[in-house]
C-alpha cells in the first residue's frame, strides 16, 4: 500500500476477523462454565437452543466486527500535522494527535494477530493512561511505514537522545553525593514506623491463625503465660510488649533501610543525576531534571533532631515505564546535601515565600470525621447493642487524645508557601512533608469552593502535574484566585519544557 | 533578543478566569440528559414492576416501593438538571475554563500549551439532537482531562480546529 496516509484508511480486511475473533475469545473467557455445564448436561431440546442462541451471538458478533471495521478509519492530515483516528458504530469519536505530541509508537501481536499475520498499534502521548490511539490489524509493511511517518519528529528524537545519555553512563562518575552508614541507620530508626507495624501484625496474626487452626494450641502454653500475667502486673506486661514490639520494629526498619538503598550514589553527569544503591541487587536510575515534577522532602521530629531527611522525586510518566520509575527516593541526606539536590533539580533553591493558611474550619471538619463520628458509633454501640463495649473506654479515651493530638499538629503545618517561581505544600502531623512544584510544570489548575462557603470566602486548590496532584483545601479564596490567576499568566506566556 | 524586556507584572491587571462570563450548555442537551435519563428509569421500572409481580415477599410492599422509586426518580431528575444548570464552558485566548458541580463549584482551567490532543464524542443520543462532546487531553493524567458536553456539532468541529491551531501555534 502507498505510505502517505494521507487519505482516511480502513486497517486490513482481514481486520474484521481480528475483531471477531477478539469478541468471541473475551466471552468464552467469561462464559465458558456455563457452555461446559450445558454441554454436559445438556438433554436433545437445550442442545438446539444453545446452537440457536450461539449463532445469534454468532451474527451479531459478526456484524458488529464488520461495522466496527468499516467505520475505523485513520490518517495523517499532512496540512495540519495531526494523526486523526474515527471511531465508533453508533457513538463515534474522533481522536485527532498532533504529530509532535506522539511519544511512542509500539507494534504489537497478540496471539490471534499472529495467527492471522497482522500487527496491532499503540500511539501513546504524554499523560493519559489508556492508549490513545489503538489500532488492531494491519500488515507488518504499513505498520512499519506508519510507525515511521508518526515519528518523524522531535519525539522521536527525544527518545533516542535519553537512550544514547544511559550508553554515556559509564564515562564521566564525580560522585556527587554519597549517603553513608550512619545516614542510613538514622533513617532506619527514625521512619516507616506505621508500615513496620502493619508487617509485624499481620506476620504475628498469622502465626496465631496457623497455630490455632493446626490445633496446635498446647504449643503455646497458656497456663504459662496466666501464671507470667498473674505474677507481674498487667501494665509491666503490657510494657514488655509494647518494648518488645519497638525493638523488633526498629530492627526490620534498619535492616529493610540498609538492604534496600545500601552504598546510595548520585553521581552528576551532563545535567541528570544517576543514581545507584542496593545491598543483594544494585539499582541505577537516570534522573533528568527537566522530567521532575513534584519533589517532597519529609522530616519528623527525631529526624530534624538527627539532621537527615528522605527525598522523593516524581517524574513525569509515560508510556510503559509508569510505575517502577515514576517515584524516585533519596533517603537520609543531611540538610545541606537536600538543598543541594534541590539546587541541582530546581537550579535554584525553592524559597517558601508567601505563606497561605488553611480556615479553622478544616480542623473542627477533621475532628468531627474523626473523633465525633466513630465516638457517637461508639457510644450508640455500647448502649444499645453492646454494654460490654464501655469496658474499652480507657482505650476511646486514648484514641480521642492521640488522633487530637495528631490533627492539631497536622492543621498546625498545614501550610502553602508561594514564591515565585515554585510552590511548596507542607503537611503532615509526625511526618512533616513538603511537597516542592515547579510553576511552569502545572498541567492545569482546578479551584473547587462548596456553595455555603462562598461567603466566607474559602475555598480548594489542585494543582494538575504530569507526577500527580497537589491540592491545599480551604484557604483564603479571593487569595487563591489571585495566584491561580498570576500562574495561568506566566504559565501562558512561557513556552517552558515541562519534561 | 534586543526588545526583550522584563517589566513587573501589575497582578491587579491580570485577566480574571472567575470572572469570565461563561456559555451555558446547548438547551438540547437538556433533552438529551432527559432521554438517558428517561431510559434508565424505564428499564428500573420494568425490572421493578417485573419484581413486585413474580416476588411474592415484595407484594406486602408495593406502595412503599412505588413511593420510593417515585422519590427517586424525581431526587433523579432534579440532580441532573441542577448538574445540567451549573455547567459552563468558556474558550479564552490561551486557556479553556469549564465550571461544574451543584454542591461544590469546580473550576477547572486548562492552557492551551498543555494540551496534548483533543477528541470529538458523539454518542447516539448526543448525535440525535445534533450535540457532541469535547475531550481534552493534558498530561496530568485522568484528573486533569476535561470533557465538555453538549455543545452542537459543527460548533464543536469549529472548537476543536480552534484548539489545534492553539497548541500548534505554542511550538
Request: glycine share 6%; aromatic share 10%.
Given at each position: 500500500m502507498e505510505t502517505h496516509f494521507n487519505q482516511p484508511q480502513r486497517q486490513s480486511a482481514i481486520g474484521v476477523l481480528v475483531i471477531f475473533l477478539e469478541m468471541i475469545f473475551v466471552l468464552l473467557k467469561n462464559i465458558w462454565p456455563i457452555v461446559v455445564i450445558t454441554l454436559l448436561k445438556a438433554e436433545g431440546k437445550s442442545v438446539w437452543v444453545g446452537l440457536l442462541i450461539a449463532l445469534g451471538i454468532f451474527v451479531y458478533f459478526g456484524v458488529y466486527s464488520f461495522l466496527k471495521y468499516r467505520n475505523f478509519t485513520f490518517y495523517i492530515d499532512d496540512n495540519t500535522d495531526e494523526f486523526v483516528i474515527n471511531d465508533g458504530i453508533i457513538n463515534k469519536t474522533k481522536t485527532t494527535i498532533q504529530l509532535h505530541k506522539i511519544q511512542q509508537v509500539n507494534i504489537k501481536q497478540n496471539f490471534i494477530q499472529r495467527l492471522i499475520g497482522v500487527y496491532a498499534m499503540d500511539v501513546d502521548t504524554a499523560g493519559s493512561d489508556q492508549k490513545e490511539g489503538?489500532?488492531?490489524?494491519?500488515?507488518?509493511?504499513?505498520?512499519?511505514?506508519?510507525?515511521?511517518?508518526?515519528?518523524?519528529?522531535?519525539?522521536?528524537?527525544?527518545?533516542?537522545?535519553?537512550?544514547?545519555?544511559?550508553?554515556?553512563?559509564?564515562?564521566t562518575t564525580i560522585p556527587f553525593l554519597k549517603i553513608n552508614l550512619v545516614s542510613l541507620l538514622k533513617i532506619g530508626f527514625t521512619s516507616n514506623y506505621v508500615k513496620s507495624i502493619g508487617l509485624i501484625l499481620t506476620f504475628f496474626f498469622t502465626i496465631y491463625e496457623n497455630l490455632h487452626?493446626?490445633?496446635?494450641?498446647?504449643?503455646?502454653?497458656?497456663?504459662?503465660?496466666?501464671?507470667?500475667?498473674?505474677?507481674?502486673?498487667?501494665?509491666?506486661?503490657?510494657?514488655?510488649?509494647?518494648?518488645?514490639m519497638f525493638t523488633i520494629i526498629f530492627v526490620i526498619n534498619v535492616v529493610r533501610t540498609l538492604i534496600k538503598f545500601f552504598d546510595y550514589t548520585v553521581t552528576k553527569q551532563k545535567g541528570s543525576l544517576m543514581l545507584t544503591y542496593g545491598l543483594i541487587s544494585t539499582q541505577s536510575t537516570i534522573l533528568k531534571p527537566e522530567k521532575v515534577q513534584i519533589v517532597k522532602v519529609s522530616e519528623n521530629?527525631?529526624?530534624?533532631?538527627?539532621?537527615?531527611?528522605?527525598?522523593?522525586?516524581?517524574?513525569?510518566?509515560?508510556?510503559?515505564?509508569?510505575?517502577?520509575?515514576?517515584?524516585?527516593?533519596?533517603?537520609?541526606?543531611?540538610?545541606?546535601?537536600?538543598?543541594?539536590?534541590?539546587?541541582?533539580?530546581?537550579?535554584?533553591?525553592?524559597?517558601?515565600?508567601?505563606?497561605?493558611?488553611?480556615?479553622?474550619?478544616?480542623?473542627?471538619?477533621?475532628?468531627?470525621?474523626?473523633?465525633?463520628?466513630?465516638?457517637?458509633?461508639?457510644?450508640?454501640?455500647?448502649?444499645?447493642?453492646?454494654?460490654?463495649?464501655f469496658h474499652y473506654a480507657n482505650l476511646a479515651l486514648i484514641?480521642?487524645?492521640?488522633?487530637?493530638t495528631l490533627l492539631l499538629f497536622g492543621f498546625r503545618n498545614y501550610r502553602l508557601f508561594v514564591s515565585e517561581n515554585h510552590i511548596i505544600k507542607?503537611?503532615?502531623?509526625?511526618?512533616?512533608?513538603?511537597?516542592?512544584?515547579?510553576?511552569?510544570?502545572?498541567?492545569?489548575?482546578?479551584?473547587?469552593?462548596?456553595?455555603?462557603?462562598?461567603?466566607?470566602?474559602?475555598?480548594?486548590?489542585?494543582?494538575?502535574?504530569?507526577?500527580?496532584?497537589?491540592?491545599?483545601?480551604?484557604?483564603?479564596?479571593?487569595?487563591?484566585?489571585?495566584?491561580?490567576?498570576?500562574?495561568?499568566?506566566?504559565?501562558e506566556t512561557s513556552n517552558s519544557n515541562w519534561m | 533578543m534586543t526588545d526583550f524586556t522584563n517589566e513587573k507584572i501589575d497582578t491587579t491587571q491580570l485577566p480574571r478566569y472567575e470572572a469570565v462570563p461563561l456559555t451555558s450548555l446547548h438547551p438540547n442537551y437538556w433533552k438529551e440528559l432527559l432521554v438517558s435519563r428517561g431510559l434508565m428509569v424505564l428499564m428500573l421500572t420494568v425490572a421493578l414492576v417485573l419484581a413486585m409481580i413474580f416476588i411474592e415477599e415484595l407484594v406486602g410492599y408495593r406502595w412503599?416501593?412505588?413511593?420510593?422509586?417515585?422519590?427517586?426518580?424525581?431526587?433523579?431528575?432534579?440532580?441532573?438538571?441542577?448538574?445540567?444548570?451549573?455547567?459552563?464552558?468558556?474558550?479564552?485566548?490561551?486557556?479553556?475554563?469549564?465550571?461544574?458541580?451543584?454542591?461544590?463549584?469546580?473550576?477547572?482551567?486548562?492552557?492551551?500549551?498543555?494540551?496534548?490532543?483533543?477528541?470529538?464524542?458523539?454518542?447516539w443520543i448526543a448525535r440525535f439532537f445534533g450535540l457532541a462532546k469535547i475531550e481534552i487531553f493534558t498530561a496530568g493524567g485522568v484528573s486533569s482531562d476535561l470533557e465538555i458536553p453538549g455543545i452542537a456539532k459543527a460548533e464543536a468541529e469549529k472548537i476543536k480546529q480552534l484548539l489545534m491551531g492553539k497548541i500548534q501555534k505554542q511550538l
Open positions: 489503538n489500532i488492531k490489524a494491519v500488515s507488518h509493511a504499513l505498520a512499519l511505514a506508519l510507525k515511521s511517518k508518526l515519528m518523524e519528529n522531535e519525539g522521536k528524537a527525544v527518545i533516542h537522545e535519553s537512550e544514547t545519555e544511559v550508553a554515556q553512563a559509564v564515562e487452626q493446626a490445633g496446635a494450641e498446647d504449643l503455646v502454653d497458656t497456663d504459662r503465660i496466666k501464671v507470667l500475667v498473674d505474677d507481674y502486673s498487667l501494665l509491666y506486661t503490657l510494657m514488655i510488649f509494647v518494648l518488645t521530629y527525631f529526624q530534624r533532631k538527627l539532621n537527615v531527611l528522605e527525598v522523593k522525586i516524581r517524574q513525569a510518566i509515560s508510556g510503559e515505564k509508569k510505575d517502577s520509575k515514576s517515584l524516585i527516593e533519596i533517603p537520609g541526606c543531611n540538610r545541606s546535601e537536600g538543598d543541594e539536590i534541590l539546587k541541582l533539580l530546581f537550579h535554584e533553591l525553592p524559597q517558601k515565600g508567601v505563606m497561605l493558611l488553611p480556615n479553622f474550619r478544616r480542623l473542627i471538619f477533621s475532628i468531627f470525621l474523626i473523633i465525633i463520628l466513630p465516638l457517637t458509633a461508639y457510644f450508640t454501640f455500647g448502649k444499645w447493642i453492646e454494654p460490654l463495649a484514641y480521642v487524645l492521640l488522633m487530637l507542607q503537611s503532615g502531623a509526625w511526618d512533616v512533608d513538603q511537597e516542592i512544584l515547579q510553576i511552569d510544570k502545572i498541567q492545569a489548575i482546578t479551584t473547587s469552593q462548596l456553595f455555603w462557603h462562598k461567603s466566607l470566602n474559602i475555598g480548594s486548590l489542585t494543582m494538575h502535574t504530569a507526577g500527580g496532584n497537589i491540592t491545599f483545601h480551604l484557604g483564603q479564596f479571593d487569595k487563591i484566585n489571585d495566584y491561580v490567576n498570576l500562574w495561568l499568566y506566566e504559565i | 412503599l416501593v412505588t413511593t420510593g422509586f417515585v422519590i427517586f426518580v424525581v431526587i433523579l431528575l432534579f440532580v441532573s438538571r441542577m448538574a445540567y444548570k451549573k455547567k459552563a464552558y468558556a474558550f479564552r485566548n490561551h486557556d479553556v475554563i469549564f465550571r461544574s458541580g451543584i454542591i461544590a463549584t469546580n473550576t477547572m482551567v486548562i492552557p492551551y500549551n498543555r494540551v496534548q490532543h483533543v477528541a470529538l464524542h458523539e454518542g
